[in-house]
């Protein structure tokens, strides 16, 4: 004899605990904060691919397609596998996220003043090499540090600028083909190399500069200044996505934004501009 639903129900309820709702509130916050963090990524696209061999695997298994099922799951074994390798980029900001908690968080030696002072001396050089078309790699360290990428140029540790701005950026002079990276106020290297990203979907106007400017916001928490060469457009990249044809003044208040609150989500960033 069948027991009815509702006893079911009922027993649930009865041995339901507090422990079991802490349990599924935070599978769920878990699930929540994994698909923030994939949204607008690579990782999408390879989700769905995974998605559509686990529904293959399953249809196989039914209609009773054994060569089918057998190779489908040999494979999924081999992608479990190498799951670690395919959204490692993925793994390592969540990672990143994780260590910019209040615990871990690297105070700004630098008090607004002096940021907003840096910001404007960096917007005024990119408005000079906007109108020169030279072209400029200009990184505002945040909480995840950038030594790794400062080891690659050379240091300079000097006074922020607008004059020594343009003057690292001269075409033709040792360190105009790299990127600037800006640490408290100050330009700590020149000439540093940064990693450029594996985005597929990017324009084609995007060279070498805009794709290293994001492959470096996908990696870290910096804020990257753009100066394109070829147009003069003056753009920012951030959490993996640029930000262009937009303003001077919404440029630098999208900046202040970042510098003065370290852990503002990129989600509260939409109104500073479209991502392109």
């Known amino acids: 004899m069948a027991v009815p639903y509702y006893f079911h129900f009922e027993a649930l309820i009865h041995t339901f605990r507090i422990l079991d709702l802490i349990d599924i509130l935070t599978v769920a916050i878990g699930i929540y904060y994994m698909y923030k963090l994939l949204k607008d990524t690579r990782a999408v696209a390879l989700l ?17 397609l054994y060569v089918i099922n057998w190779i489908l799951q040999q494979g999924m074994t081999v992608i479990l596998f190498a799951l670690p390798v395919v959204f490692q980029p993925e793994l390592r900001r969540a990672l990143e996220q994780l260590g910019r908690g209040r615990i871990f968080s690297k105070a700004q030696n630098v008090n607004e003043e002096e940021m ?12 000079v090499m906007s109108r020169e078309h030279t072209g400029a790699l200009i990184v505002f360290e945040r909480e995840v540090g950038l030594n790794d990428f400062i080891d690659t140029g050379i240091i300079v540790d000097a006074v922020l600028s607008r004059e020594l701005i343009k003057n690292i950026f001269v075409p033709s002079t ?24 594996e985005d597929r979907t990017l324009s084609t106007e995007l060279g070498t500069r805009h794709r290293a400017a994001i492959g470096l916001s996908e990696q870290t928490d910096a804020v990257v200044v753009v100066v394109s060469e070829e147009t003069g457009v003056i753009s920012y990249t951030y959490g993996g996505h640029i930000y262009r044809h937009l303003p001077e003044d919404q440029i630098k208040e999208a900046l202040r934004t970042f510098m003065e609150r370290p852990r503002q989500n990129i989600t509260s960033m939409w109104k500073w501009g479209g991502k392109k």
Do not use: W, Y
Request: hydrophobic share 55%.
């Open 48 to 64: 769905k691919g995974l998605l559509f061999l686990a529904i293959l695997n399953v249809l196989s298994h039914v209609m009773n």
């Open 116 to 127: 907003d002072m840096a910001i404007n001396e960096v917007m005024a050089a990119a408005r």
């Open 174 to 197: 040792p360190l105009h083909d790299g990127a600037m990276i800006i640490r408290n106020g100050r330009i700590q290297a020149a000439g540093c190399l940064l990693p450029l990203t």
